[in-house]
């Protein structure tokens, strides 16, 4: 459930700070604007911006804050961010914490004598070190807000490079400037520069509404959210502060199934027929299970449960190296790896094990703690499907298999209060006897009802545009795959997550 949050962080990144007037290197100015962050028109949080400049440099730091509601048990989370750069927006440091889980997960980017960036990234408490090349062209908060201010005059396209501190990954976005408007907010209303957005993702097109003003200040923005648009709103503190209003997020992200799936349909191939609103993204990956093919007018067929190796491309050095969210080289995670796999004779075995040590090893509680890292879930053993799969791959690149997360849906008969549906999943992809298979440590088994919808390291930032394609999807169609070849499925459904 925390996947969305990152697209929700990535609207606060496309929404300028307040401008500053230059000050004198004596006198230091400063200022505040506060935001209220409405789901579907219900307050789930606010954002603080605080803005500093003292006349060599302007500090930036925005405060999200938000709470949602799961199975009736409210969450919160929160991404506070900060970028310092000079008063020509040359970037000089970034910072971002982030809590999504019981630990804060901290970045912290300072410029050094040649120019690059010595970074810090600390997970659970573990710190790791990298050094960043910055990348030609990227804008942090004050470049970006004089690029929308210098745009606001005229009407046209441009093209923006955005540094995100929180993943260290630059987004590429498209702007159109469609006019001067008179727009509503909850303190009255503005007449404000209409920019609208495309960002490019590695997972498709996500589109924005901003609303500026002369200062290329963000007094509006606008994205659909699990097919329900979200909206920042620049207003005074107490309305930014007013109580959240309780909306049930896990049903927002499920997907209705057109029909139900019996355990022996699971255990079998099974062809789906999907629909996206956005017809020109690809709604999920291909794998060595999964074969993906375009229908047309937005519906894509997807054949799962039959293994055809050659869907993905073969491991790469990173698919068994330890990093900040799955901490291989851990001492207590390698203890666990070797205890749990001692008997095995080969990688199949291997993995076996290890699913099967990490499905009794986590607790059925605690499922709310969050997007953990491995050595969290080792130290809480409680956690969701993502905590399984977190552990699961870093057990298993100890053990020196490769090793990925998946993010997807799997159907579920029964799930909080809601019947036939396909609800957000994590697994693990390993590559035993030459191909990518599949492990599902929190159901113990995995079937040809998962939907893999992308693949990664562990890091929850590589999720950023999955909460706006679950309210995109519709299944229009499942049943049994016109080859029933055999497959290695077995086992019925169990909705432990």
Sequence with gaps: MRQWLAALWMALALSPAPSLVAG??????????????????????????????D???????????IEINRNGKTIPMSVLTRSVETLDSQPLG???????????????GRRQADGRYAVTTTVAGRASESTLAWPVGALLSDGQRQAMAGAASRSGHYTLSLFDPASQDVATVDIEVLGNERVSLPDGSEVLNHQREVLQTPRGVQRMDLWVNQRGETRKSSLDMLGHPLDLLACSEACALAPVEAIDMLRASMVDSPQGLSVSMRQGGLRYVIHVADGDSQPVISTDEQRV?????????????????????????ADTQANAWVQSDAPPIRALAAEASISAEDDQQKILQLRDFVSGYIQPHGRDIGYASALEVVRLRAGDCKAHAVLLAALARAQHIPARVVTGMVYADRYGGSRQVFVPHAWVQAWVHGRWQSFDAALGHFDSAH?????????PWHFVNLANLFGQMRIAHVGAAPEQAATAMGGAVATRD
């Design 24 to 53: 004198t290197v004596e006198s230091v100015s400063s200022d505040t604007t506060w935001m209220t962050v409405q789901l579907a028109g219900r307050r789930i949080g606010h954002l603080r911006i605080d803005r500093v400049n």
């Design 55 to 65: 006349g060599k440099q302007v500090t930036t730091t925005q405060d999200l804050r």
């Design 94 to 108: 970034f910072y971002s914490r982030s809590m999504l889980s019981t630990s804060d997960s901290i970045v912290d």
């Design 293 to 317: 093919s375009r229908l047309g007018n937005g519906d894509w067929l997807v054949d799962v449960g039959n293994a055809v190796p050659g869907g993905q491309a073969p491991p790469t050095p």
């Design 451 to 459: 939907l893999a919808l992308d693949s990664g390291d562990g890091d």
